[in-house]
């Protein structure tokens, strides 16, 4: 017989500091039972026993931890927490393993408690898992896997896995933009080269749904898709690639579309395409990656569809070397480079809209280039409408010009006219919106005939270096058979950049001085707003048009208002007043 008391022990300074541990030995040859547990930073038991030792050795054990923070381990793990227990039975060449370990991670907060569980088995020289299964509490998607892997023998390391997922999806909550309901994975192999099969359907906000084949091969660095296809919009998608990641990422693949109907995921856009692309690209210091379009080809909209391109990224920046389309007698033609630095050119002749915008009747040209920094490009180009009708809105025709430079001193000339435009029962006989000067110091002016109010405006305005807009309205005037004859009693000052807004006080007077008012306001982008508004006086006689024929309308109103918003909310207050009452002589 054997009696031993196992001494309590303190570690300081290392990893899960402070921990003691405590734990007793007791039976004989014939059965040897073993318990430990430990406290401080790791709270676990151990409980063992070994029967049949001169004999026909066996063991059982069961091992629990409780949480212990990941952080005890490495500070380069996530912040949170770990739990499990094992079981097992077996003898010193066999054994059966079967247990569950639990994480609460920082950052995965939405996916709540994660959980695997693991059913295993060694029998010689050969480890099989019957069962491991991966959820998560707060999301319903799981993933199963099982295999094998030789532990020794002949084909040390070789393995076989066979796994599969059901519903899962991301990012996590009530509406996941991208799903995986179901797939599966198969491999085989060893480390150094093995096969693999995959099978899955993808569904996406953004994308088309699609069902994704691909069998391939991989090796330490490299894995290689010999077939791929990609069932969505009808149609397939078939393609072969390569995939390296030592010693850097790059990737090559030769894609070929065939029947794709675009009209399956969006509506207006009748048709049946084919295409073959070519990529390649890869990562060292900065990402290169090049696309290569061949033989676009079919219908879009009853009409001939082609077109080829080749564009590229480097460090940054988009190089179109060449970009053709064309949908019947539709041409778009674009080359240039995008980035910090822009040098664009674009040529669009679309005497038929219909065939690139659903719904839509017309025809549309347009040629120029957009040149300089991104922070404040020069812009260069002319374009013509005629006849375009989109749902009840339409346009006879319109015509114009934009040269905008980069620099201050750079020569401004903006010149757009726009006749017979209608929207619902709105109607305008003519748009009209002209700007001269320089790009630092320059007057414009919008006019705007027809019903059910005309426009006329002009003032002063400079584009600054750092790309903010500012200037001056300095006269407005406001004319319709129902909303009277109004005027800018002073110039109003307005500033616009990237991050805020301002409008100094707006005040219009009513020609027939039935009174008049200001607005001013000022806020950040999507942030928060102010709104000043002030009533002093106005004749109610100027709602005249609005009340039925032979009644007339008296009396007087004021009124102030301040309003703000910030973060979703709306306080401020308003005051109305009608001191000398109201009127309605019949």
């Known amino acids: 017989p054997v009696t031993a008391e196992l001494v309590r022990q303190f570690l300081q300074g290392g990893v899960l500091s402070p921990l003691a541990g405590t734990g007793r030995v007791e039976g004989d040859l014939q059965e040897l039972r073993i318990f430990h547990r430990t406290s401080g930073r790791l709270i676990s038991g151990f409980d063992g026993e070994l029967s049949d030792l001169l004999d026909a050795p066996t063991w059982r054990a069961m091992v629990r931890v409780d949480d212990v923070s990941t952080h005890d381990f490495t500070r380069d793990a996530p912040a949170g927490s770990v739990a499990g227990h094992f079981s097992g039975t077996g003898t010193f060449s066999d054994a059966s393993v079967t247990g569950t370990v639990t994480a609460e991670l920082e950052g995965l907060d939405a996916l709540g408690r994660l959980e695997a569980r693991v059913d295993a088995e060694i029998e010689q020289d050969l480890l099989s898992v019957s069962q491991l299964n991966l959820s998560a509490s707060e999301v319903p ?61 993808i569904e996406s906000a953004t994308l088309p749904p699609a069902d994704v084949q691909w069998e391939g091969q991989a090796t330490p660095g490299t894995m290689t898709v010999d077939t791929l296809q990609v069932d969505t919009l009808g149609g397939h998608i078939d393609g072969i690639g390569e995939l390296r990641w030592h010693p850097a990422l790059a990737w090559s693949a030769d894609l070929v579309a065939a029947d794709l109907q675009p009209a399956l995921k969006w509506p207006g856009l009748r048709g049946l395409l084919g295409a073959r692309v070519e990529t390649t690209g890869r990562m060292t210091e900065v990402l290169e990656a090049r696309v290569r379009l061949w033989d676009l080809s079919g219908e879009l909209q009853d009409r001939p569809v082609a077109g080829q391109g080749l564009v590229h990224w480097t460090d940054g920046t988009l190089t179109v070397e060449e970009l053709s389309l064309g949908a019947g007698s539709n041409r778009l033609a674009v080359t240039g480079t995008v980035g910090e630095t822009l040098g664009l050119a674009a040529d669009i002749d679309a005497p038929d809209l ?96 027809g019903l059910p109010v005309a426009l006329r405006a002009s003032g002063h305005g400079a584009w600054h270096q750092d790309g903010a807009y500012s200037g001056d309205l300095q006269t407005l005037e406001l004319e319709g058979p129902d909303a009277g004859n109004w005027r800018l009693d002073r110039p109003a000052g307005f500033s616009v950049d990237a991050t805020a807004w301002e409008l100094q006080p707006l005040c219009l007077s009513n020609v027939q001085r039935l009174g008049g008012g200001c607005v001013a306001s000022n806020g950040s982008h999507g942030a928060r707003w102010e709104v000043d508004a002030d009533l002093p006086q106005l004749d109610l006689g100027v709602f005249a048009p609005l009340v039925p024929e032979g009644m007339v309308v008296e009396g007087a109103l004021s009124a102030d208002a301040r309003l703000m918003a910030e973060g979703g909310r709306i306080t401020g207050h308003a005051r109305l007043e009608v001191p000398s009452g109201l009127s309605l002589i019949h």
Request: hydrophobic share 35%; glycine share 12%; no cysteine.
């Open 354 to 449: 219909s065939v690139l915008v659903p719904g839509a009747v017309g025809e549309l040209r347009l040629t120029g280039q957009v040149t300089g920094p991104l922070s404040r490009p020069a812009i260069d180009g002319e374009f013509s409408v005629r006849r375009l009708e989109f749902g009840d809105a339409s346009l006879d025709n319109a015509d114009g010009h934009v040269r905008v430079g980069t620099r201050p001193g750079d020569a401004l000339d903006v010149n757009l006219r726009a006749d017979g435009l209608r929207a619902g029962t709105l109607s305008w006989n003519t748009l009209s919106v002209s700007a001269e000067g320089s790009s630092a110091d320059h007057r414009f002016s919008i006019g705007l005939d």
């Open 141 to 201: 998607g799981s993933l199963q896997a099982r295999g094998r892997i030789q532990l020794t023998g002949e084909a040390p390391g070789r393995f076989d896995v066979d796994a599969e997922w059901r519903d899962l999806a991301w990012p996590p909550g009530e509406a996941p933009e991208n799903q995986l309901p179901a797939g599966t994975l198969k491999a085989s192999g060893t480390a150094d080269a093995f096969s693999h099969e995959v099978a899955t359907r």
